[in-house]
């Protein structure tokens, strides 16, 4: 039976899980999140009233975006990573944002034999991307998830994205620090990252530099440092690392921790911290409402039937882009 | 007087003006120009008509965008590539976008002086930023104008525009070809980009590569390389090119031509060239709708009221920017 039919059976009692959440317990959280995923009508009230009593308990976490192309090994990394953070007594939640989840069946997070321990221990939760046919609406369902980890007190929030399309701009605005994970050698500096994505990052890390792969994995941290001088600074005024670890032998992953944490400890004194937090708040806000704008628009029956043949007509040269648009923004008015 | 109000005392005849564009008459180019740059409601509708006769006449001209900071030599380079094309028997057009000329009272393309030769010559013809509040007016206003002198016969258009802000990505909207140009040394390869522009760029030109400053551009040219190395591959199939030129000594400009040349003959084979055009167009109207979209809803007057002590209340974990969207979106529906 899955989730959501479970949900529906019982009835929803919001402050029940709302208390069970705040004394950290993992169920609530689980039946929260699924609250907050749930497509269906009734549920939706429930889950932003759930969010609005978790609100004064977040935003106290640390949330960590870790992006990087299919095989570049997140899985083990954050698992690694993970285990280090409750080493040192960190409690980790591991969320996923993952457009494609719906079609592929879960690519990431689905694998969780790639997180054996992390699976297994108490301090951590680790939960599958949210379904859903808009990158939008996946994200939000994980932004609104955050608070509720958050509310359950988890200390360190991951948030996995695979780097492909435009999900890594959506991770990068509910994040503090954004990690890129790279592969040595075999081209992949040349390939498979989107444009800007190196821009977003904090850091890049190359994974896998072990073995025969060390080497190869110095020489690409070179030519990153090399290619990250050519940037700007950030307003952050953070420039980004750039280092080499392996998942595997669990090399420099405590490299990982360590730059992320002077990391905080720059932002937090500087103030870009905070003000990126109120910032991402505003996007997220902007985000909703002109998404909405655009969905109401070109889901309008009126622009619809109109939409193709005001392109063919642009296509032939008949008409200005900006004539039918003044068109179309006149007929989806009439109702 | 100033322009607009010459227009304003004759009665502008479009099919007039229309004739005397594509008989090429510069007068008759400057005046519709003017007539699209209009904010007067009255000139809007006759500027519509005048771009819609001039469209089948447009669309054969190469356009090509040049970028850089301030300083970095755009005026000295354009008046060398473009006698360098009339030299070829080519008719060359330069606008430009500029959304802080309104402010600064049109600090590209004002100072002519720099263009001396250019300015002269019957087979240029030059015309500042039209000004304008908003990036996307002036954009629109300048994607209009190419069209008019398309249809007025000219071969080249070149877009200038200042490298700060967004404007690079609205002129790399409207061009074929995007160069950027840069300075050698004084650390100006860390400063002053934009994040994304470099991804932007067809080709990347290290001006002033003259004297003492030789050594230092050769330098940077390779620093570039390395780093445009570390992007994937553009659609286009085409790597960016790194040269040097001087417009000073002349050094290098015939070499700009052969890659935009080159880049044609490239992407005109291989579909991206008119692919590029189409999806522009699209980009022009998606654009526009969702611009207008966003204006209605923001200068809403019940909007422009609730909006702050909605940002407020996110800002004090009161609600998440979600929940102050759904309210926001609702109560813009009341009239």
Redesign the interface.
């Known amino acids: 039976m899955d989730r959501f039919m479970k949900l529906q059976q019982k009835e929803v009692s919001v402050p029940a899980i709302f208390e069970a959440i705040i004394a950290k317990k993992t169920t609530a959280l689980s039946q929260g999140i699924t609250l907050v995923e749930s497509t269906q009508k009734k549920h939706y009230k429930k889950a932003?009233q759930l969010?609005?009593k978790c609100?004064?308990y977040?935003?106290k976490a640390i949330r960590i975006g870790i992006t990087g192309v299919p095989g570049v090994g997140k899985s083990t990394c954050i698992e690694a990573l993970g285990n280090l953070l409750i080493q040192q007594g960190k409690k980790v939640a591991v969320l996923a944002v993952d457009p494609s989840s719906t079609i592929s069946g879960g690519s990431i997070l689905g694998d969780k034999t790639r997180m054996e321990l992390l699976v297994r221990s108490p301090e951590a939760f680790i939960r599958p991307s949210p379904s859903g046919k808009s990158l939008g609406g996946v994200a939000?369902k994980t932004?609104?998830s955050i608070?509720l980890c958050e509310a359950a007190g988890y200390d360190i929030i991951i948030i996995e994205t695979v780097g492909v399309g435009q999900s890594e701009t959506v991770v990068h605005s509910m994040v503090d620090f954004f990690l890129l994970l790279k592969l040595a050698g075999a081209g992949d500096?040349?390939?498979?990252?989107?444009?800007?994505i190196?821009?977003m990052a904090d850091a890049i890390v190359i994974n896998k530099a072990d073995g025969d792969n060390i080497k190869a994995a110095l020489e690409a941290k070179s030519?990153?440092k090399?290619?990250l001088?050519?940037?700007?600074?950030a307003e952050s005024n953070w420039s980004p690392e750039v280092h080499t670890c392996s998942a595997l032998t669990n090399e420099g992953i405590d490299d990982i921790w360590k730059i992320i944490q002077t990391y905080l400890d720059t932002t937090k004194k500087n103030g870009f911290f905070e003000r990126n937090r109120?910032r991402q708040?505003?996007?997220?806000?902007v985000?909703?409402?002109?998404e909405?704008?655009?969905h109401s628009?070109y889901n309008h029956p009126k622009i619809k039937e109109t939409l193709p043949s005001?392109?063919e007509a642009?296509?032939q040269?008949?008409?200005?882009?900006?004539?039918?648009?003044?068109y179309?923004?006149e007929i989806s008015k009439l109702s």
Do not use: C, D, M, V
Not at 229 to 233: K, S, V, W
């Open positions: 932003q969010i609005e609100l004064p977040s935003n939000r932004r609104e608070i500096e040349l390939q498979g990252i989107k444009r800007g190196i821009e030519q990153f090399k290619a001088h050519l940037y700007p600074i109120i708040n505003e996007f997220w806000l985000q909703t409402i002109e909405q704008l655009k628009f005001q392109l642009i296509q040269q008949k008409i200005t882009p900006f004539t039918a648009a003044a179309l923004l």
